[in-house]
């Protein structure tokens, strides 16, 4: 069976990811130094007896010394908030990490590496759906700069050392074990003030969003099936799109509240939720439906079963 190592993996792509890698029989290994992750996320997994678990720094560590050989690299540890404008945050766990890891990937042999990407590497798109040659990219946030550097780097490491890769540019993607996001924001300040929910920016920020089982199916699929190519960028997203006025009206509908005051910051820059906020997110999936995949869940119909899985989590719903 193939092996894998999951930075990132106690995390909410990552653990999803471990889950269904372990599911079909790998042997896998998490690196992750806990920043945003949660061993309860992992802790199930490790009865399968083919988990290991290296608690470690992605910027800094050496995994010469700790695995002897890999077959897939997954890396999905990163600073994943988009609302930190802290450039030296980004530089150092967007960019040195992945740097890192490829650095890791050469040294260990690793045959297959898989970048956890974001869409907001297009910056505001002038096409909707955006595909994966829309260019030239202008990412508006520093997250966008890092992910589409370290884009760069995978792409760059394949060519010089033979290795294959794909970068994911991920829409939003939501389901249990969330760790940050507009749902976990609207649930976290409808618990503290159920009459009163402040919303950042203008509302009409339009963006897509995928199921986490879709998410983790897509990037599975696009792995096993992947050849005749030393590199490639492929979108996971959904074909349709939610405002985050609309998922405020779900979040309170869901919460059984009523008479809840919305009240809209009114952002930046024209109704952006924070500097760097791209007001309309909607993926061409069109490539990776050709290889066969589509995703179960619209994006509201994802957005309903996220808020519904967060409140089973803190024990709102049953
Ligand atoms: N969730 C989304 O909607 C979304 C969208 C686009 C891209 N992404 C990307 O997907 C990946 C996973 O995101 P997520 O939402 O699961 O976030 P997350 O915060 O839940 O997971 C990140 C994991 O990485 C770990 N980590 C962070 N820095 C580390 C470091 N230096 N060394 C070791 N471990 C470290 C954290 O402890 C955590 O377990 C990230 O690269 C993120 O940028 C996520």
Not at 96 to 110: D, M, P, V, Y
Request: include cysteine; glycine fraction near 10%.
């Amino acid at each position: 069976m193939p092996s894998a190592l999951v930075t990132g993996g106690a995390g909410f792509i990552g653990s999803h990811l471990v889950d269904r890698l372990l599911g079909e029989g790998w042997e896998v290994t998490v690196l992750d130094n806990f920043s945003t992750g949660n061993f309860e996320n992992i802790k199930q997994a490790f009865k399968t007896g083919r988990l290991k678990i290296i608690i470690g720094d992605a910027k800094i560590i050496d995994l010469s010394g700790e695995l002897e050989s890999i077959d897939y690299v997954f890396h999905m540890a990163a600073n994943p908030d988009v609302r930190e404008i802290t450039p030296s945050v980004h530089f150092q766990e967007n960019i040195s990490a992945t740097f890192n890891i490829l650095e890791c990937s050469r040294k260990i042999g690793a045959k297959f590496f898989v970048f956890a990407s974001s869409s907001t590497v297009y910056g505001d798109a002038l096409k909707l759906p955006t595909p994966e040659d829309y260019g030239p990219l202008k990412p508006i946030s520093l997250y966008g700069a890092a992910k589409l550097a370290a884009e760069g780097l995978v792409s760059s490491y394949c060519y010089t050392f033979g290795m294959t890769g794909v970068s994911f540019r991920l829409a939003n993607i939501v389901g249990p074990r969330l760790t940050h996001g507009v749902i976990y924001d609207f649930i976290n300040k409808l618990r503290e003030n159920p009459k009163r929910l402040e919303i950042l920016g203008d509302g009409t920020q339009k963006k897509s969003y995928v199921w986490i089982e879709d998410c983790v199916e897509a990037m599975f699929h696009v792995v096993k099936r992947f050849k005749d190519s030393r590199y490639e960028v492929y979108n996971i997203g959904s074909e349709d799109w939610v405002t985050v006025s609309e998922i405020a009206d779900m979040t309170i509908e869901l919460m059984g509240l009523k008479n809840v005051e919305k009240v809209f910051t009114g952002g930046v820059n024209g109704g952006r939720g924070w500097i760097g906020d791209v007001k309309l997110m909607n993926l061409d999936i069109s490539k990776i439906r050709s290889t066969g995949w589509k995703p179960k869940y619209t994006s509201k119909e994802a957005v309903k079963l996220a808020i519904e899985a967060r409140l089973r989590e803190l024990g709102l719903k049953p």
